[in-house]
């Protein structure tokens, strides 16, 4: 039995925490907000997507890019922050825009992602999770382009998880796509059993469950300022509340993470992808898609969690800045307008805006760092929610000295 400290409170941090106490150890949670999962947790698409994980670098996302770039409308968003750190990760994000480095990450995602269900569901007996508004409503790729469709459904094999649909049997699938007109609509990609849920009240639920285990050892309202090293190894973690003792230290704070392991000198290529969020309303009048929704050419997804239809969009490269911009918040109304107007009640929409920490790969990293007791389950991107079940086992593996559950290349340090 080890004395651990976890740094992160959002969904992620939350489940390794768990996943650690589950193995043995004596865990205290560090977190500096006053409440779980306010971060990139707290209003986030909600899509469980174990089979759609293709990281955003691709071969052809550089030229899609420039596309992107001369919309106003566009689902990204670049602006200078002045900082080395973002051309760097620029320059490595461009590096990894190939097929077959493609195809390899997707390929780990996938395993990723598979065996992330499956303790998902091993979470949920163990911590008696209920109130995080569960479904498992299947997901729809809808595609605008013929040509990008035809490419795609060319690839989906027959007997497999997902199914190529046309037009028409999109809309018998999901009749709300037929709202707003189905001219647009070139077809579309299915996968039964892709989840959505509530993230933020999973997080929170799960942290209740987590103060009443026997080897939990407390949650420290505290910024995390650094490390205190004897030799190699990582002996305790510095905060602006006083040194907590560990024997190894799991970072999972997100963006964080990167500024503090620099502190020991681990550098960590993360970037802050920034997205928004609507949650609209939905009454007795509307008629919000029951199918998890991602429109594939303008980067936004559509689930409805309890009764709120949750459409998040967009990847804005405009560093560490959480502010909602109006322009662009602007144009997410004007485009789920068109898309599903009879969906939910736009007009008292909440946004948000997050950060979602992203390596240049789309592969999060995990597991040791050349400090001793230093361990990482950061850089999940969009699919922190989806990952981090799976994610959490595999460190809780590694600290009790036990091999991955999963193959480990590709989703460590040195691959991202």
């Known amino acids: ?40 947790s707290r209003a986030n698409g909600g899509q469980l997507s174990y089979r ?32 080395a750190a973002q051309w760097r990760w620029l320059a490595a994000f461009l590096a990894h825009c190939r097929g077959p480095v493609n195809r390899r990450t997707t390929e780990r995602l996938l395993e990723l992602g598979a065996f992330s269900q499956q303790c998902f569901g091993e979470l949920q007996r163990q911590a008696r999770l209920d109130a995080i508004e569960l479904r ?18 060319s690839r989906t094999a027959a007997g497999g998880p997902e199914r190529a649909l046309d037009r028409d049997a999109c809309v018998a699938l999901e009749p709300s796509l037929a709202d707003g007109g189905a001219d647009w609509l070139a077809g579309g990609i299915f996968t039964a059993g892709e989840s959505v849920a509530d993230c933020h009240a999973l997080s929170v639920q799960l942290g209740e469950r987590l103060a009443q285990h026997p080897n939990f050892q407390g949650r420290v ?15 305790a973690v510095k905060t602006d509340q006083g040194e907590l003792g560990a024997d190894g230290v799991v970072l999972a704070a997100g963006l964080q993470s990167a500024a503090l392991a620099a502190l020991v000198d681990v550098r960590l290529p993360l970037y802050p992808l920034k ?28 689930a409805r969690i309890g009764g709120q239809l949750r459409v998040a969009a967009m990847v804005d490269l405009v560093g560490e800045d959480t502010r909602i911009d109006p322009a662009r918040l602007a144009a997410l109304q004007r485009n789920v307008r068109e898309t599903f107007p009879k969906a939910a009640d736009y007009d008292h929409a ?36 989806t990952f981090s079940f799976g994610s959490a086992r595999i460190v809780a593996d590694l600290v009790s000295g036990k091999p991955s559950p999963i193959a480990l290349d590709g989703l460590a340090l040195r691959a991202a």
Do not use: C
Request: net charge positive; charged share 15%.
């Open 1 to 40: 039995m080890k004395q651990l400290v976890v740094i992160g409170g959002g969904v992620v941090g939350v489940t390794t925490a768990w996943a650690l106490a589950e193995a043995g150890h004596r865990v205290t949670l560090v977190e500096r907000e006053a409440e779980l999962a306010t971060g990139a």
């Open 52 to 83: 759609y994980v293709s990281p955003l670098a691709d071969a052809g996302v550089p030229l899609k890019a420039l596309r992107w770039l001369l919309d106003p409308q566009g689902p990204l968003r670049f602006k200078p922050d002045g900082t």
């Open 136 to 153: 498992t409503p299947g997901k729809l790729v809808v595609y605008r382009k013929p040509g990008e469709f035809a490419r795609v459904a």
């Open 221 to 235: 309202r505290a910024h995390a300022t650094g490390f205190a090293v004897h030799g190699d190894r990582v002996a």
């Open 275 to 302: 997205g928004y969020s609507l949650s609209a309303p939905i009454h007795g009048v509307h008629r919000p898609p029951t199918v998890s929704v991602t429109d594939f050419e303008r980067k936004t997804l559509y």
């Open 350 to 385: 909440v946004p948000w805006a997050g950060l979602r920490p992203a390596t240049p790969s789309g592969a999060p990293m995990l597991g040791g760092t050349p400090l001793r007791g230093l361990w990482l389950n950061v850089g999940h991107g969009a699919l922190g929610f």
